[in-house]
Structure formats: C-alpha cells, structure tokens
C-alpha cells in the first residue's frame, strides 16, 4: 500500500491521528471501502485499515497515534459545493422567507412582509425571498400595487425564488425614474401588463435599480443581486452562510457570481482568520478585462480562498421564464426570454479568455442558449486546442442530444443543481411542456461520457448535498411526482462523486480535495449513515455528526449524539 516516505518536516501542530469509522468512502479512482485514515495536521498520510495506519504513524513519526472512533457511522470527502453565492445567501438570511412552507398565496406574502415592516426603523428596506409564482395559489407574481399596501416610503422588494429578479414597489420605480416609458436594459426586462403599464415585476439586468447610486453596477453581465449592506454587516452574513455549508458537510464552495463587494467580505473574513471553508471565485465577466490585464489564471491565492475563472451568461432562469426560448413559452407564448448577449460578442469575449488560460463559467438553461456556449467554446478550442480546458456550463437544463455529445468531446463540464427540479420541476413542464421532463438529463451525460457535478446553487436551493444525491437518484419532486423516465436518474454512488471528486474536477482542485487520499487535504464529513447502503427516499435523512477541514474539526452537530 503507498504512503508518504518519512521527511524532515517542521514541528507538527498536531499529534498524529487515526480517523476510524464502520466505513469509510474514499471516493479515489478505485471507490475503495476502507475503515481508517491517518491524518496529521492538514494532510492525510495513509488510508486502509486501523492496525495499518498505527504501523505508518510508527514508521514516520516514531510514536503511536490517537485513535479517534466515530463507531458505527460513515465517513465521506467534505462535499464540494461547486455553484452557490455564498454572500447572497447569508444576506438572505435577514429576509423574510416567502417560500413555499411559508407563504402559499400572495395575500400570506403581504402579511409575511408587513410585519417586517413593524419591527424594523423607518425608512429601511424591507425584502423577502423564495416565492415561485406557480407554486402560488393565484398562479402569477406579485404585482408593484400590492406591495405598496407594505410600504409607500420606502424599498420593497420580493425576490423569486431563481434569484433572476423579482417585484419591486412603485416607491423603488419611481426612485430610479422608470416609467412605462422606460425602454428595457439589455439582457433585462420591467415587465408592463397589458396596457403597457408597469407591473413591478422585473428581471436579470433590469436589476441594476436595486443596487443604488454608489452599488454594484454590473451592465448586462447577469442578474444585479449584489445589494449593498455596511461592510460589517456583510462579514457577518458570510459568516452566518459559512456555517450553514459547514452544517450539512459542505467543506468548498464555488462562488458562482464575484463583483468586488463579494471580495471585499471574504477578505475581510480572511484577515480575521474566519474562512472556515475553503472558496473558489468566479468573478463576474464585467471585469474581465481586468482579469486579463492582470494575468490572472488558473488557482491564483491560497487553498482557502482562491481565483478560479470567469462567470458569464447566456439567458435567464427557467423558474423566472427568462430563459431564451424565441419561440415562447408554453404557459406564456409573449414571452420569449433573453440572450444576454449577441453571439458573435459572446463568442469574442470566450475565445479572449481561453487564449489566456481562463475558465470558464457560463449559465445557460435553453437549448439556444446552450447552443451558443457550446459553439463559442469549440470555436476556442480550435483556435488553441486543450484537451483540458474543463470550461463549464452552469444549469445546462435542456441540452439536446446532438449537445450533449459535443460537450463531451470538447470536454465542457455541466455543472447541474437536481435540487431545482426537486423544487420546482413541474413548473418547467407548465413553461415549457413535454420536453420539460428532460431538466437537468443527467443519466443522458453519464451514457455519453460528460463529466457530471452536482451543485446547490444556494440560495436559490439551500446547501443540502444529501438532498441533491438523493433527488438526482430518484427524480422525485418535493409534491411527490417524478420529472421523467428513470434513463435521466444516476445511480447514488455516481451522485456521491458528482458532489465530491466530480465537484473538486470543475473547480480544478482534484490534486488536493474531493477524496480521501494520501497527500490530499483532511477535509471530510461525518455522517450518521452510509448513503450507499441506505434506501434513495430515506437519503435526504442522513445526518451530519461532524465536518472537518484541515483537519480540525469545523461544525460538530450538537442535537445528534
């Protein structure tokens, strides 16, 4: 068995110790079982069984190690969070949740937002998050008119549950000087009703109003969700999104969305030595220029907090209908979605960051706008073939066969979130009919050979990546239907390595993470049973006991013992 050769090493910060379980799952090219790992300090020194890894500890360090037996439970790599906005989410924390569980009609939503309205000073805004107009009873988002009977004097904004946009008040309209005059932004809309009248609903570029004078602006480079608090305010929010990853045994997260108020936070946290997990940052493409100029590429930073690549979009959301589909949707035939970008401009911007080593990041949902992406990234690879260059398409909901095989063999990783059809899944059949079962296909990508990786896409979904494993096994809504055949479903242990040595590919990060392996990080999770020998519908009941990176340990569950 390999182990690391005894070395002149500086002092050791911990003893050496042995971690043992009832099973341990390595995740490593062979998937071995195994019951121990030796770790010291951050690095994982020797796998297989405990009698083993005492030899190995003798051997290296001339001195037994500590035994730490978590009996009967099992042990998993730290699950990788490869999309999620982690700032977004901890700042949605201090919102009013208007979810389903919490608000099943948009009279419950005015109350919800109403009594925030009470118990915070005047002249703050007052925000709420999660609604999904179909899961509503009147089947339609709220209008500007029924969130001013909230507030008249101030902000009110009810964001839905994509995370795309929303409804304001008329107060935040008329702020900004949008009238029904207003020509929409590209790659945005504010949508009017029938008389051309605005409704208060708005979406993707259209954004921008939300963020102030002196916020964010970001063009039409995506959704504007970066609103802006005091700085403290935000390292607490991170602080607060941190441990919830932490609780559910998520040790790395992709932030799928970085403008410089997201970089602000984590190094603030950083300088207070509280990055407790570990954060790869796509940086929002407004600012590749600035990327380019200065020369940043591959993992530039630390293995705490590190630059990955470069985020784009292609469309919208599927949940919003903002997604580009030119010929209308099914449950709206006016609305047709939008590109954010003209094809050819698309097309430039990625062959500009291919031909200097960048990933790429693209959201795409629609089989247009997955078109583009996937013909944008074969265009730089041929003009500078990499057989590695890993350049990801974020969602990748509905991609046609023909797409999936050319995804393949251009190596371009989906990066997929099987907790938005557990969520929402019969809405995209209501948008888009029939072809709607196929969201997220991703038994078809294992068939073809695409790599596959499992995300949250928090908050739009919370961190849950037991929820994730079970719900790509088995397809099954929250309402108890099943989107598609089971040929779309992956079996559990595919859906395992999609959330840890899957996730770990797409951030580029395998060489340190994303199995229990010699040399690699002592990053793992701790769980109360083994998903592979547990019942798919019984999965998302699977506790977290401990959550360990570097070796220490980062979030103890306090209510199992």
Avoid at 60 to 74: P, Q, T
Wanted: aromatic share 8%; net charge negative.
């Amino acid at each position: 068995m390999r182990s690391l050769q005894a070395l002149e090493s500086p002092p050791l910060l911990f003893a050496p110790r042995i971690i043992r379980a009832k099973a341990v799952l390595t995740m490593d090219d062979d998937e071995r079982l195994v019951e121990a790992f030796l770790i010291v300090d951050s690095t994982i020194l020797f796998v297989g069984n405990v009698e083993d890894c005492k030899r190995e500890s003798e051997r290296l360090f001339g001195r037994m190690a500590e035994v730490l037996d978590f009996g009967d439970s099992c042990i998993v790599p730290g699950f990788i969070d490869a999309h999620a906005h982690p700032l977004m989410y901890g700042q949605m924390m201090t919102w009013v949740d208007c979810g389903p569980d919490k608000a099943k009609n948009i009279p419950e939503i005015i109350e919800l937002l109403t009594e925030q309205a009470s118990k915070i000073p005047a002249g703050l805004p007052i925000r709420g998050y999660g609604y999904e107009q179909r899961n509503l009873a009147e089947k339609r988002h709220p209008t500007r008119h029924e969130l001013d009977r909230v507030a008249t004097d101030r902000e009110v904004y009810l964001m839905n549950a994509s995370g795309h946009g929303g409804v304001v008040n008329s107060y935040l309209l008329d702020l900004n000087g949008i009238t029904r005059e207003t020509p929409n932004p590209g790659g945005g809309e504010f949508f009017r009703d029938e008389h051309g009248e605005l409704t208060g609903e708005l979406s993707d570029a259209a954004c921008n109003i939300l963020t102030g004078l002196e916020g964010v602006k970001i063009g039409h480079h995506g959704p504007n969700f970066h609103l802006a608090d005091e700085p403290e305010e935000h390292v607490r929010q991170l602080a607060a999104a941190q441990e919830d990853f932490l609780s559910h045994g998520v040790t790395t997260v992709g932030d799928a969305q970085v403008t410089r108020r997201e970089l602000d936070t984590y190094l603030r946290l950083a300088e207070a030595n509280q990055l407790k997990n570990r954060f790869s940052m796509y940086l929002l493409s407004h600012l590749l220029d600035e990327v380019i100029e200065l020369g940043l590429h591959g993992q530039f930073g630390n293995s705490r907090l590190s630059f990955a690549g470069i985020k784009f979009y292609a469309d919208g959301t599927l949940g919003g209908w903002t997604a580009y589909f030119p010929d209308g949707y099914v449950g709206d035939p006016c609305r047709t979605g939008q590109l954010y970008h003209e094809p050819e401009k698309y097309q430039e911007m990625i062959v500009r960051a291919h031909k200097n080593f960048i990933q790429t990041a693209t959201h795409a949902q629609s089989p247009d706008a997955i078109e583009m992406v996937v013909s944008a990234i074969e265009s730089a690879l041929r003009e500078r073939p990499d057989v590695d260059a890993r350049h990801r398409i974020e969602h990748c909901g509905l991609p046609t066969p023909n797409q999936i095989e050319r995804m393949a063999a251009s190596g371009i990783y989906p990066v997929n979130q099987t907790q938005h059809y557990y969520n929402w899944g019969e809405g995209v059949e209501d948008a888009i009919g029939t072809p709607g079962e196929r969201f997220n296909p991703l038994g078809e990508y294992e068939r073809a050979g695409v790599p596959i990786t499992i995300s949250s896409d928090a908050p739009v979904a919370k961190p849950r990546p037991l929820e994730a494993i079970q719900v790509a096994s088995d397809r099954i809504t929250r309402n108890g239907n099943k989107l598609g055949d089971d040929n779309l479903c992956i079996s559990v242990a595919s859906a395992l390595r999609a959330t840890t040595i899957g996730a770990a590919r797409a951030l580029g990060r395998e060489f340190e993470i994303g199995s229990i392996e010699i040399g690699k990080k002592a990053d793992f999770a701790i769980l109360t049973r083994n998903p592979l020998a547990t019942e798919i519908s019984n999965i998302s009941g699977i506790s977290v006991l401990q959550t360990w990176v570097d070796g220490i340990c980062q979030y103890t569950n306090s209510e199992v013992s």
